[in-house]
C-alpha cells in the first residue's frame, strides 16, 4: 500500500489517495470508492482484497481528506457539506492519473454514497472504462442526472430490504433500471434479499450470501470490460 498525491481540479486541491498494486506493472486498475464514512480501515480493507483477488491495482480517493466519521451524525453531516462536482473532478483526476502510469483500462466501483458516486462519474466522465454501483443512487447530489450520458458499461447491485428512501431502496433502484432498459444502455442489474450495506463485513445488515455473489459477479464484469484475468 503506497499513498499517492493526485493533481485534481477540485478546489480542494490534490486529492490524496491510497494506492494497492504496482501501477508500472498493471494492466488494469479499479478505483474504490468509501462510503458515507470516509476513507477507513474497510473500505481500505475493501480495496486491499479487491486487488489481491483480481491481480490489478486498486486506488481509493479521499474525497474528505482526512476526515473520517465513527458515528451515523457525524456521517450524514459529511456527506450533506460533500461538493460533488468536486469529487466527480477526484475521481475523474485518479483515473488519469492510472491511465498515464500505464494502466490501459480503468473500473469504478463504491457503495452507498461510493455507489452513488460511480453512477455520477460514469455519467460526467469518459475516463471509466467499467462501473459496478453497490446500493446508491445519486437522486440527492443536487447534479443533473441524464443517464443518455452513461459513458460506459453498467453493473449495479441493490438489496431488495433496503430501507434508505431517496438513496437505494426498491423506489428508487426500480426506475432506474427501467431508465436504463428504455435507454437500452449496458447494464447489468441485480437485487438481493438482503438490506443496505450488505456487502460491508464490519456492519449490521451484512449478507455473507450476498456478498459474496455480488463479488464474484463483479469481478467477472470487470475482468470482461477491462481485459484482464484473475490469477487463479
Request: proline share 5%; aromatic share 12%.
Amino acid at each position: 500500500m503506497s499513498r499517492v498525491e493526485v493533481p485534481s481540479e477540485n478546489k480542494l486541491g490534490a486529492c490524496p489517495t491510497m494506492v494497492f498494486g504496482d501501477v508500472s506493472t498493471a494492466a488494469a486498475a479499479i478505483i474504490v470508492m468509501q462510503e458515507w464514512w470516509g476513507m477507513n480501515q474497510h473500505i481500505l480493507d475493501t480495496a486491499k482484497h479487491i486487488s489481491e483477488k483480481s491481480g490489478v491495482v486498486t486506488l481509493v480517493p479521499d474525497i474528505y481528506r482526512g476526515k473520517v466519521a465513527t458515528d451515523r451524525e457525524t456521517a450524514s453531516h459529511y456527506s450533506a457539506d460533500l461538493d460533488w462536482r468536486g469529487a466527480i473532478a477526484d475521481v475523474d483526476a485518479c483515473a488519469k492519473y492510472l491511465k498515464q502510469q500505464g494502466c490501459k483500462k480503468v473500473g469504478l466501483t463504491g457503495f452507498c454514497q461510493g455507489g452513488a458516486m460511480t453512477i455520477a462519474v460514469a455519467l460526467f466522465c469518459d475516463t471509466i472504462d467499467a462501473a459496478v454501483p453497490f446500493y446508491g443512487i445519486p437522486n440527492k447530489s443536487g447534479l443533473p442526472l441524464d443517464y443518455n450520458n452513461l459513458q460506459c458499461p453498467l453493473q449495479c447491485h441493490f438489496g431488495e430490504e433496503d430501507t434508505v428512501v431517496g438513496v437505494a431502496s426498491p423506489e428508487d433502484y426500480n426506475p432506474l433500471r427501467s431508465k436504463l432498459t428504455e435507454l437500452n444502455k449496458n447494464f447489468e442489474f441485480y437485487t438481493y434479499k438482503a438490506g443496505h450495506a450488505f456487502a460491508n463485513s464490519s456492519g449490521p445488515n451484512f449478507n455473507k450470501e450476498a456478498y459474496e455473489l455480488s463479488f464474484s459477479r463483479m469481478f467477472s464484469f470487470f475482468e470482461k470490460h477491462l481485459e484482464f484475468k484473475s490469477p487463479a
